[in-house]
């Protein structure tokens, strides 16, 4: 709890932590709301979409693209500490480096809550307000969609936090980040077999929010070899100790 308060003491007075932030609830209430009332065919988008249980499947989907923009801000965190010499600053008045690592951690842990919690808000009042079904058993029986972004939402914030500790440079770290999420392991998954590929960091943290109708994507352009949400938990979280780890052998071995 010391590291979390002394944490959220640099954060919470930080106005490019609220903008990033901002923009994060802006566009996610904006695309989900506008998308209401799209139509097509003369049929409402809103009501076909936002029904339970389905919503949650498609809420999370749309939600794991804005993972890149929690990483960003953890990266713009992380990085801002080694521009202002604060990091260093911690390590001298007594911090170790596994506190420094666990530190970011529970920052980690609280955007995802947060993250998820705005989720379940967003999914509820969408669904009572177009779902044709607000039974508690079409409400609940597929929320465990929500865990599963929980888990892929750390994993996204950990690799931004090893990426942010091995270049230190915030635009830097930022484009390699998103060059590796969204460029370099596209393209190792194109060289590799399914059977392979599905294991890769990015390729088992995208199983947790699978695309709807990826059935019928699959029999349009091929079939392809997913994990399912449950199969990929355990690859994640085996992730987000290795990205964790590897963070704490970045600092350990480099001066700050």
Do not use: C
């Not at 339970?52 to 999370?60: D, K, N, V």
């Not at 990426?163 to 230190?168: D, E, G, K, S, V």
């Amino acid at each position: 709890m010391d590291l979390l308060r002394t944490e959220f003491r640099k954060i919470l007075p930080y106005r490019t932590f609220w903008f990033i932030m901002g923009i994060y609830v802006l566009l996610m209430v904006l695309i989900l709301y506008t998308s209401t009332s799209v139509e097509i065919n003369g049929q409402a988008l809103g009501n076909e979409t936002y029904q339970f249980p389905e919503l949650w499947m498609r809420l999370t989907y749309v939600a794991h693209f804005f993972n890149l923009l929690l990483g960003i801000l953890v990266i713009v965190l992380v990085t801002d500490e080694y521009s202002y010499r604060t990091l260093r600053q911690q390590v001298i008045d007594g911090l170790s480096r596994t506190e420094v690592v666990l530190s970011k951690f529970y920052v980690v842990l609280g955007l995802a809550t947060f993250s998820t919690l705005f989720l379940l808000v967003l999914g509820l009042y969408l669904g009572l307000v177009y779902s044709k079904d607000t039974s508690a058993t079409a409400i609940f029986s597929q929320i465990d969609y929500l865990p599963y972004y929980f888990v892929q939402a750390i994993a996204y914030m950990t690799l931004a936090v090893l990426f942010a500790f091995l270049i230190r440079k915030s635009g830097l770290t930022i484009i390699a980040f998103i060059a590796y999420t969204k460029i370099v392991e596209p393209i190792i998954h194109y060289n590799l077999p399914d059977n392979i590929d599905k294991y890769f960091p990015m390729k088992a943290l995208d199983s947790l929010t699978p695309m709807p109708g990826r059935d019928l994507w699959g029999q349009v352009a091929g079939p392809f070899e997913q994990l399912s949400p449950a199969m990929a938990t355990l690859p994640s979280v085996v992730f987000i100790g290795l990205f964790l780890f590897l963070s704490y052998l970045v600092l350990k071995l480099r001066d700050l």
